[in-house]
């Protein structure tokens, strides 16, 4: 069966997964590892896409990624290619250096970023190279320490995953390391690592649950979530196919709104997407979900998504607004 074409849709949470081609290792020292860090970070910062969590293995890379307005493509493509290119130049190698494609899963939001966190900072506890927390606070080659506050990546969103456990960077901090402590001993978990509904259900007991009580979950490889959340995905990619048929003919998208809004009124799109709550952020934010909705027919989710806000706080300025003004 052919592979579907890849969910590369802005703004949705990805785990993103690359692999050395036959296994075969793809950093041979911690220089590669840096070199590959200093290009993942300006790559996020240009793309305006937000990394919550990252770990480099000796033949994988494992990413947690917000793709901003252009999707992880424009992100994943220079970033693989790039390093393909120093990788084989230092190390006088030839070939292929990754497999042919990367694997990236579109994961719902609410029921698996911070198990995912947690998942892909602990892969070096399940690759033993550390043992212990002690060990893993004091590990270079994840994101980790950069949430605990002992490295400072400024391309690396840590402010967004403390909020999650606690209002305070400290509070924050000790809530956080108490759940990757936590998961320590967890052991492998296939359902983070793919889509489908076996995974989204966290294994064949749920499935046969659901189908013992009559009900139908929809599922697709390329996602980890539930039934709703996979209906939502498919639609908003159908609805975006014939969108960008017709933004080609016009030459205009959600980007150029967010581009426009921001320089007319003075506001940066860094701060636009960290959920700034200024008040003129704020009506810069309504501006464009306003156009976006009127203008190109985007739903609030993938609005909400472009401006890290919650689908409901965009709903929510939407149905306050009345028909488009004329100029």
Not at 144 to 173: C, N, S, V
Request: hydrophobic residues 35%.
């Amino acid at each position: 069966m052919p592979r579907q074409a890849r969910l590369d849709t802005p703004g949705a949470l990805h785990h993103i997964m690359v692999r050395g081609i036959n296994r075969s290792q793809i950093f041979d020292d911690n220089e590669d590892r840096s070199r590959f860090l200093t290009r993942l970070g300006e790559n996020i910062l240009k793309t305006h896409s937000s990394l919550y969590a990252w770990a480099l293995m000796e033949t994988q890379v494992h990413l947690l990624v917000r793709s901003g307005p252009q999707g992880i493509s424009a992100l994943m493509r220079k970033l693989l290619t790039w390093y393909a290119q120093y990788y084989n130049r230092r190390h006088r190698h030839t070939g292929h250096l990754f497999e042919n494609r990367y694997k990236s899963i579109l994961c719902e939001e609410e029921n698996y970023l911070l198990a995912l966190v947690r998942y892909i900072h602990l892969n070096p506890v399940r690759a033993k190279l550390v043992k212990t927390m002690g060990e893993l606070d004091l590990y270079p080659w994840t994101g980790h320490r950069a949430i605990i506050g002992k490295d400072e990546y400024p391309w690396m969103d840590r402010a967004y995953i403390l909020g999650q456990f606690a209002g305070t960077k400290g509070k924050g901090i000790r809530a956080y390391h108490r759940f990757v402590q936590d998961g320590l001993a967890e052991g492998r978990r296939p359902e983070l690592t793919g889509g489908g509904l076996i995974r989204s259900q966290g294994g064949w007991s749920q499935v046969l649950a659901l189908r013992s009580r009559g009900e139908k979950e929809l599922s697709d490889e390329r996602i980890l979530g539930s039934g709703e959340f996979v209906e939502q995905i498919l639609q908003e990619a159908d609805e975006r196919q014939l969108r960008q048929m017709k933004l080609r003919r016009k030459g205009k998208s959600i980007g150029d709104i967010i581009e426009g809004e921001c320089g007319r009124r003075k506001v940066s799109e860094q701060e636009l997407r960290k959920g700034s709550r200024r008040a003129l952020v704020s009506e810069v934010r309504a501006a464009i979900a306003y156009r976006s909705k009127e203008e190109l027919g985007i739903s609030g989710a993938e609005i909400a998504r472009q401006l890290g806000v919650s689908t409901s706080s965009i709903n929510r300025v939407l149905g306050r607004m009345g028909p488009l003004p004329t100029e």
